[in-house]
């Protein structure tokens, strides 16, 4: 997502609490479109502290911050009664909590200052049908997918949007739990309409097109990109063979 932005003319503050990782992105954009374009923050965005010292920072960098894209999570797949009070609130804290720290930190300068701005929430199919395996990301979701509805009627009016995507599966880094196993994978993609997983270009474009003025008039409102795999019946057939639940 940061380089589709980047590539759009946007120029991005990627934040994470692992610098590595931001750097190793900031160094993949900068060999791509040229140095200038992305910078690397780091942030826990559990703590509202240090969210708030992320976001001055970017408008350090950036002069001012016009969108905002939540895409921080945590997940591992697990039974409902092996998992942990700590390992519930551990996913709840990142992907819920961290959602609300940077959308109602940015979302209250916004609209002190009088201007707009577009957040994009990542979330997933399952926030709205619920998945085996994986209450605790299911929950915090869920939790997700209200605070798009209700900031989205609620700020609205003032210029400030608030919106989502819900990628389907994607074969990237630490959310392809079906690498290993073929057969489980293709089991998956006949159970998705489009007959293939999502590419990670695809969900970069819908979150572009969200932040972008081409959706001034869109609220409140999910976009999802999964080839149609949350109408299929296939949706949880393999839930029960994800790593961690054999």
Same mark, same amino acid.
């Given at each position: ?57 970017? #408008? ?105 995507? #819900? ?23 006949? #159970? ?13 474009? #819908? ?40």
């Amino acid at each position: 997502m940061a380089a589709e932005f980047c590539r759009l003319g946007a120029r991005v503050v990627v934040c994470g609490r692992t610098r590595e990782s931001l750097d190793e992105t900031v160094r993949r954009i900068d060999g791509e479109l040229g140095e200038g374009r992305a910078f690397a923050v780091t942030v826990d965005v559990r703590d509202p502290e240090s969210v708030a010292a992320m976001l001055d920072r970017a #408008a350090d960098l950036l002069g001012e911050v016009d969108g905002l894209v939540n895409n921080a999570s945590g997940l591992f797949p697990i039974d409902a009664e092996k998992l942990t009070p700590g390992g519930f609130d551990a996913v709840v804290r990142i992907v819920l909590n961290g959602t609300w720290h940077c959308t109602s930190e940015l979302g209250r300068r916004w609209l002190a200052a009088g201007r707009g701005g577009a957040v994009v929430n990542v979330l997933t199919p399952y926030a709205w049908t619920g998945a085996p395996g994986i209450v605790h990301n299911a929950s915090a979701k869920g939790g997700v997918l209200a605070m798009t509805r209700t900031l989205g009627a609620e700020w609205a009016g003032r210029g400030v949007r608030v919106n989502a995507v #819900a990628p389907g599966w994607m074969p990237v880094g630490g959310t392809d739990f079906l690498a290993g196993d073929p057969e489980i994978r293709r089991r998956l993609i006949d #159970a998705i309409p489009a007959g293939r997983l999502l590419r990670a270009e695809e969900t970069a474009r #819908a979150a572009a097109y969200l932040l972008s003025d081409d959706a001034t008039y869109v609220a409140g409102e999910v976009l999802t990109i999964d080839g149609g795999h949350h109408l299929s019946k296939g949706l949880y057939e393999f839930m029960d063979e994800l790593p961690g639940r054999r």
